[in-house]
């Protein structure tokens, strides 16, 4: 069964805190991955895509650890708006030679003034 | 550029009705697209995809179906619904063919499901 795994959470951080979260996945032919962000009842969207050498888009950082299977997003200076359920994504291969997402859990973080 | 329409946004449906919600996408050919649920303190699972017109595959067995009448229109629906059936609905597109790796998925606003 193919699955992905995050930390429970909910995070709760004041504003200007560093928040990690982590991720790992189950299925080794996993082909790509993305953080997800959704906000309370609304659709998930993308946050970022995460490659094998890191990535960084202002205070969002991923990194990939194709070997131990895992995937991390690092926030530094949290803001209130940063609060929202953070999605580990991975696309995996199906059947039929085509591909789609598996979602993680997702993890909340509470930024708090 | 491409969007992605849902409706209805939210919806009550008594045990035993039918359903039927759509998801249509515009800007873009020939998309791959996806229903997924999402249920209360759970992760999305993927309900149905579909590479083309009249292509339906399954992910899980379920008291739902799936069509796709029109290239860019994609159908959820059900005869019967249960309890079991409330939740959030995501339809999903990505680009069209076999999905290169960083092909990422577009959601709809999705719809809030609650069978009473």
């Known amino acids: 069964r193919k699955e992905v795994e995050q930390d429970p959470g909910p995070f709760n951080v004041p504003e200007g805190a560093t928040v990690a979260f982590n991720c790992t996945y189950s299925n080794s032919a996993s082909q790509s991955f993305f953080w997800y962000r959704q906000d309370c009842r609304k659709e998930p969207k993308l946050l970022m895509s995460?490659?094998?050498s890191g990535n960084e888009d202002g205070r969002f950082t991923a990194q990939l650890n194709r070997a131990s299977q895992y995937i991390s997003l690092l926030i530094r200076d949290s803001k209130l708006s940063d609060s929202a359920t953070y999605l580990c994504v991975v696309r995996e291969g199906l059947n039929s030679g085509y591909s789609t997402l598996t979602f993680g859990k997702g993890t909340m973080l509470l930024v708090s003034p | 550029s491409q969007t992605i329409h849902q409706w209805p946004a939210t919806l009550v449906q008594p045990v035993g009705s039918p359903l039927s919600l759509e998801c249509t996408v515009e800007?873009?050919?020939?998309?791959?697209l996806y229903w997924y649920r999402q249920a209360a303190g759970r992760g999305l699972q993927l309900l149905f995809y579909?590479?083309?017109?009249?292509?339906i595959s399954s992910e899980v067995p379920q008291n739902l179906s799936a069509s796709r009448p029109q290239d860019r229109q994609f159908i959820l629906s059900s005869k019967k619904l249960l309890l079991s059936d409330s939740g959030f609905y995501l339809c999903?597109?990505?680009?069209?063919?076999?999905?290169?790796?960083?092909?990422?998925?577009?959601f709809g606003q999705g719809t809030r499901l609650t069978v009473v």
């Open positions: 579909s590479v083309g017109i009249g292509q």
């Open positions: 995460v490659y094998s």
């Open positions: 999903a597109w990505s680009g069209a063919g076999k999905p290169r790796a960083n092909t990422e998925a577009f």
């Open positions: 800007g873009t050919s020939n998309p791959n």
